[in-house]
């Protein structure tokens, strides 16, 4: 998890708009352990440590379904501390019968992909140590291999599943763009993130420090696409946590050099990718 704190540019938090509260509380609280910290009539803020929020989940009140062909979340990936962690979500997630979506190992981690109940993708995923990764000019090695399941599930020692483990982290969080010569600019040159890997002509993945990804990126489904409705299921808003005000300051002046959208409000700095996903920018 040592790309996940300071100094390094991660993100913090993942605000995603929903159909029905209710419905989405029993889903992240039962069926992906989840701890509710704040509760309100259209909000839920949850955690996983009982005081760090990771995850906001919020039902406007003219909410509309996810729509094909735009712009917006992918997947929101949780990274948790250790192979056997994975192995006992999988083991209750096969024992409770909840659909999987894929299973996959990427060299450099393996994870599980599901759907929360409006369709917003989740990745869960542990990490190959990071000395076993490879690199080539700059490029980390990554691939999308079947996951040896039963292999991971024996790690998992029979022990029974207890919810989220409490250091569990955003991983990362991958958006589907427009276009990807506009978000490498963006994520590049404004945010100031690294290429890591250039995955064909329609997906990037940038990160900082040297991790595999704090942020994925492809046109698979979007090219040329809009951005979804104001009351759309999806992404609302993630948080980068940037290692100091000075590291900020610099983003900012960055962002403003490329002719990016950035403002302040009540006192957070905003800004939004080319794709109108939009981002905090937090120390």
Not at 41 to 60: F, N, S
Not at 88 to 94: A, G, N, P
Not at 258 to 263: L, P, Q
Request: a negative charge.
């Amino acid at each position: 998890m040592k790309f996940h704190h300071h100094p390094y540019t991660f993100v913090g938090q993942v605000h995603l708009l929903v159909g029905n509260l209710d419905r989405s509380l029993a889903f992240y609280q039962n069926v992906l352990g989840f701890r509710l910290l704040e509760h309100s009539e259209r909000k839920a803020v949850l955690t996983t440590d009982g005081k760090t929020p990771l995850l906001t989940i919020e039902q406007p009140e003219d909410a509309v379904p996810k729509q094909p062909r735009t712009t917006g979340l992918y997947h929101v990936a949780l990274l948790l501390p250790n192979r056997s962690d994975l192995a006992k979500i999988l083991l209750h997630l096969l024992q409770t019968k909840y659909p999987l979506q894929g299973a996959s190992d990427h060299l450099v981690s393996e994870a599980i992909y599901l759907g929360d109940p409006d369709g917003n993708g989740i990745e869960i995923y542990t990490d190959r140590p990071s000395e076993t990764w490879t690199w080539k000019s700059g490029q980390v090695n990554m691939a999308t291999e079947p996951l040896n399941a039963e292999d991971l599930l024996e790690e998992a020692e029979g022990k029974e599943w207890e919810g989220l483990p409490n250091d569990t982290v955003i991983g990362h969080i991958h958006l589907q763009v427009s276009d990807i010569q506009k978000t490498e600019e963006f994520y590049c040159k404004g945010l100031g993130f690294d290429l890591v890997n250039r995955y064909g002509r329609q997906a990037l993945f940038v990160s900082s420090g040297g991790y595999h990804h704090h942020i994925g990126l492809n046109t698979w489904n979007s090219a040329g696409a809009p951005a979804p409705a104001r009351n759309s299921v999806g992404l609302k808003w993630f948080s980068l946590v940037l290692p100091d005000e000075e590291a900020r300051q610099k983003v900012v002046k960055q962002l403003q050099q490329i002719d990016a959208f950035i403002a302040e409000e009540n006192g957070v700095i905003l800004t939004k990718d080319p794709s109108g996903n939009h981002i905090q920018l937090w120390i």
